[in-house]
């Protein structure tokens, strides 16, 4: 059975700041890996979706890399703002089968002004 | 774009009450998958409909039910509602089975 975990589960860090998300899955046949961003109360929004055959995204100052033999994901924020305060939630597709999310714990990220 | 549209965005219901959520895909995308996310919690998959036939389903509690019409847009009806069902539900829709872009979700109370 799939299981996503990430950590750390929170962060807080200064503005400016780089930082790493981790992701990890248990079971390396997915089909591909999507970063989301969650504000409170709000709906998903799909920051970087990488396919099982790539080994990194790129989109602004956000960078996700997958290494799929390790089962592991890392999503990289370059100079942190706190506008990117957020939850970050990974999730893989499940092969084989019908391509449902099995999502990870999520981090809380809290980036101070 | 064209996204994700969901119906109603909030709904408020009384124990053991009746709702039905509404989903209507990306133009031209075939399947849809149904979530559902606790106060505090992760996603977690319910029903997914490929070319308008059941292809997987999750936790999903034999009190709700779904179906995906000939349009194409999908439809979650949950009977006998229970505080605990109360979540935010998300539906997202994929184009043969790729990448999933989900919709604002709805937001269920039940009191």
């Known amino acids: 059975k799939q299981e996503v975990t990430q950590i750390p589960a929170a962060l807080s860090v200064p503005e400016g700041e780089n930082l790493v998300l981790n992701c990890s899955f248990t079971?390396?046949?997915?089909?591909?890996l999507q970063w989301f961003r969650q504000d409170p109360g709000k709906g998903l929004t799909s920051l970087l979706l990488i396919q099982s055959s790539q080994r990194e995204q790129t989109s602004g100052r956000l960078n996700a890399s997958l290494d799929k033999s390790s089962g592991r994901s890392t999503l990289y924020i370059a100079a942190s703002q706190p506008g990117d305060s957020a939850t970050y939630l990974c999730?893989?597709?499940?092969?084989?089968?019908?391509?449902?999310?099995?999502f990870g714990t999520g981090t809380r990220l809290k980036v101070l002004a | 774009a064209a996204g994700v549209i969901q119906s109603p965005r909030h709904l408020i219901k009384e124990k053991r009450e009746t709702a039905t959520l509404k989903c209507y895909p990306i133009p031209r995308h075939d399947t849809v998958y149904w979530y559902q996310q606790g106060p505090g919690q992760d996603p977690q998959f319910l029903i997914s409909?490929?070319?308008?036939?059941?292809?997987d389903k999750g936790s999903i509690p034999d009190r709700f039910s779904a179906q995906q019409f000939s349009d194409y847009h999908s439809e979650l009806n949950m009977s006998s509602l229970e505080l605990g069902d109360s979540a935010l539900y998300f539906c997202?829709?994929?184009?043969?089975?790729?990448?999933?872009?989900f919709g604002p979700g709805t937001r269920l109370t039940v009191l």
């Open positions: 997202a829709s994929s184009p043969q089975r790729a990448e999933q872009f």
């Open positions: 999730a893989v597709n499940v092969l084989p089968g019908t391509y449902k999310y099995i």
């Open positions: 409909f490929y070319e308008k036939m059941q292809s």
């Open positions: 079971d390396s046949a997915i089909y591909n």
